[in-house]
């Protein structure tokens, strides 16, 4: 076969939303497809780069398509690039042809040459250590809390969406709190990369009358999934608190925090409200590959990963690949 693989262009974006939503369609059941949606919303990003949306040509038709999404990272509390991979599809036509091989290896290439140190993905255990992805290199979640909030006062607390003005405030404390992980995605200074993109997901400021107790991003299913939690002073509590009241009309429950164990205790201490225990999350679908082999800290945490599960970032994927239904 005569594969071209280039970038793509504007002209290509109605071609790759069908093949993302045939390939996937064939993948998995259900009438929503979020792939195609993903990719839009990834071309909106901060960081979107076209060179790094990559296809796969034959005939003058797209057969096969990769993203790859650039984000600053913080790795053991220094700043690097970083990439994820989603999504990537074949035509179901020409799949097991090399095609994804293909498009893969160019999307390393093609990091490599802009700075990128590592990049993730979420995928086919078989399939992707074939290109030197490694799992059970991160975790999605660190610490498991088991809350009794009726004796939590919540009276007079709001919950309001995101708005420009509170970025200012989102950022500051966001690099207060993981400006020494082992390893965090930083989303972005444009609101776009802080907002929720589905009806599950919410991205909310919470107050207390007019005072503000903080942000916080979450799943809103029981259990409660929080991916982002910042508060000012001792009000992480009453937020969980809230949400599990108003949202989950439950005042007593399970929460799963993409927090470390370290950075959850600079908020949340154990009372008689709130049991915090350390849990940490992995899954050999979440994996990581070196792209930068020189860089001596990246090899450092791949170690240290490796030796001890302890020693794993919690890593939170950004809001635009959360489009769940």
């Known amino acids: 076969m005569n594969i071209i693989i280039r970038s793509e262009k ?9 093949l993302n939503y045939n390939a996937f369609n064939e993948w998995h059941a259900g009438n929503y497809k979020a792939e195609p949606l993903i990719v839009s919303a990834l071309r909106h990003s901060q960081y979107y780069d076209k060179e790094l949306s990559i296809v796969a040509e034959l005939d003058g038709n797209i057969v096969g398509h990769a993203l790859f999404s650039i984000f600053p990272l913080v790795v053991m509390k220094e700043k690097r690039m970083g990439a ?28 490599q040459s802009k700075g990128v140190s590592i990049s993730l993905l979420c995928g086919h255990v078989n399939y992707y250590p074939k290109f030197g992805y490694e799992n059970k290199m991160f975790a999605v979640s660190g610490v498991n809390i088991s809350i009794n909030a009726e004796n939590i006062n919540t009276n007079g607390i709001t919950e309001r969406s995101i708005k420009n003005s509170d970025l200012k405030w989102i950022i500051k404390h966001w690099q207060s709190v993981h400006g020494d992980d082992r390893l965090a995605l930083y ?9 929720n993109h589905s ?8 107050y ?10 979450y799943r809103n299913t029981y259990p409660l999934e929080i991916k982002e939690l910042l508060s000012t002073e001792d009000n992480a509590e009453k937020l ?7 949202n989950l009309k439950s005042p007593k429950g399970d929460v799963i925090l993409s927090l470390s164990l370290k950075n959850t205790s ?27 082999r020189n860089d001596k800290l990246i090899a450092q945490y791949f170690h240290e990963a490796k030796s001890n599960i302890e020693n794993l970032g919690i890593f939170t994927f950004p809001p635009m690949l959360e489009i769940d239904d």
């Not at 969980?240 to 108003?246: F, G, N, R």
């Open 199 to 206: 009806l599950i997901y919410r991205s909310s400021m919470i």
């Open 266 to 292: 600079k908020m949340l201490k154990n009372n008689e409200n709130l049991k915090i225990e350390e849990k940490i999350r992995t899954s050999d679908a979440f994996m990581m590959k070196v792209i930068d």
């Open 187 to 195: 989303p972005g200074d444009t609101i776009s990369q802080w907002f």
């Open 84 to 111: 994820f991979l989603a999504p990537i599809c074949v035509d179901t036509k020409l799949q097991k042809q090399g095609i994804g091989g293909m498009l893969i290896e160019e999307g390393h290439k093609r990091l």
């Open 208 to 217: 207390k009358d007019n005072t503000l107790l903080g942000y916080i991003r």
């Open 10 to 18: 504007p002209e290509d974006y109605n071609e790759i939303s069908n």
């Open 240 to 246: 969980i608190a809230y949400i599990m009241k108003e």
